[in-house]
C-alpha cells in the first residue's frame, strides 16, 4: 500500500498536479486511501528518498522546490549515463534491433507532423527504452531508470514553458539513428550526450522568468 500510494504522490508530482512547495497533508492522504497514518508516512519517506519531497521541523512533508543547481546535477549525471548506454548498444546492435528502432523512428515522425505531442513523447520513450535496454548491463539500466522520473520532472517544466523542444528533438532523433546505422558506438553516445547537457540552459531562463 505505501509502494502504491508513493506512486500516485509522484505521478502527480511529475505532472504537476502537486505544484512545488506545496503542502503534503498526511490526513487527506490518509481519508483518499483509506488507510492508516503508517503507510502514508513509509510513502512520503519513499519519495523524501527519491528527492520528490521535504520534510522540515514544524512544517512537515511538501513537494520539493525546484533549483537550478539541482537540475543541473541530475541532468549531468543522466547524460554521462545514458551516453554510456547508447554506446553500448550501438556497439551490439542486430538487425532486429535496429528494425524496431526504425519503426519506432518512422512513427515518431508521423506524429510530430501530425501534431500529436502525446503520441510523439509516448515513441520518444520507447526508443530510448529500447536503446537503453539494449546496452546489456543491468546495473547501469538500473542506475538510469532512478535518474530518469526525476529528470523527467524537470524535462516538463521546461517543454511546458514554450521551448522549441520538438523541432531540436526531431532533428536529434535522425542523427542518433544516422549513427546507429553507420555502427558508430562513440558518435551514438556522444550525440545523446550532448542533447541532455543542452538542455542544462533552459533552467536558467526558467530561473529568470521565475
Known amino acids: 500500500m505505501a509502494q502504491r500510494i508513493a506512486e500516485v504522490l509522484e505521478k502527480r508530482i511529475i505532472s504537476q498536479t502537486l505544484k512545488p512547495g506545496e503542502r503534503i497533508i498526511e490526513e487527506d492522504i490518509c481519508k483518499s486511501f483509506g488507510v492508516s497514518r503508517s503507510p502514508v508516512r513509509e510513502a512520503i519517506m519513499m519519495l523524501k528518498n527519491r528527492g520528490f519531497i521535504v520534510h522540515e521541523a514544524r512544517k512537515g512533508a511538501s513537494v520539493a522546490r525546484i533549483t537550478k543547481q539541482e537540475a543541473e546535477d541530475i541532468f549531468r549525471i543522466r547524460a554521462c549515463l545514458d551516453s554510456l548506454a547508447s554506446s553500448l548498444s550501438a556497439a551490439k546492435r542486430t538487425p532486429r534491433f535496429m528494425r524496431k528502432l526504425n519503426k519506432i523512428h518512422k512513427q515518431m515522425i508521423l506524429s510530430a507532423e501530425e501534431g500529436n505531442l502525446a503520441s510523439y ?23 538510469i531508470v532512478n535518474f530518469e522520473k526525476q529528470t523527467e520532472y524537470y524535462r516538463r517544466i521546461t517543454q511546458s514553458n514554450g521551448f522549441d523542444w520538438l523541432k531540436d528533438s526531431r532533428k536529434t532523433h535522425a542523427e542518433i539513428m544516422a549513427a546507429f546505422e553507420k555502427g558508430d558506438p562513440e558518435e551514438v553516445g556522444n550525440i545523446r550526450k550532448e542533447v541532455i547537457l543542452g538542455q542544462i540552459p533552459r533552467f536558467s531562463d526558467y530561473e529568470k522568468e521565475g
Open 121 to 143: 513523447q509516448n515513441l520518444n520513450d520507447k526508443f530510448h527504452e529500447l536503446i537503453i535496454n539494449a546496452c546489456g548491463n543491468e546495473r547501469l539500466i538500473q542506475l
